[in-house]
């Protein structure tokens, strides 16, 4: 299982809701809106953080 450091993350302005995205490539489902680039990079990054945390206990309850 690859460690959230190791994704690849990047920041956009959205026009539209007016807030920076957070967007990881590995998981391109998942986005943190925030009032700044900081802020949601640091989101985006532990979204990925608690799914890879997710992943690693369903594979250790058989799933």
Known sequence: M???KSLSY???W???D???IG???EFPNL???ATTEKKALKGIKELAQDVLKDMDQMLDDGF
């Open 10 to 12: 990047k920041t956009v």
């Open 18 to 20: 007016e807030s920076y």
């Open 23 to 25: 967007l990881c490539k």
């Open 2 to 4: 690859p460690d959230y």
């Open 14 to 16: 959205s026009e539209e």
């Open 31 to 33: 986005s943190y809106l």
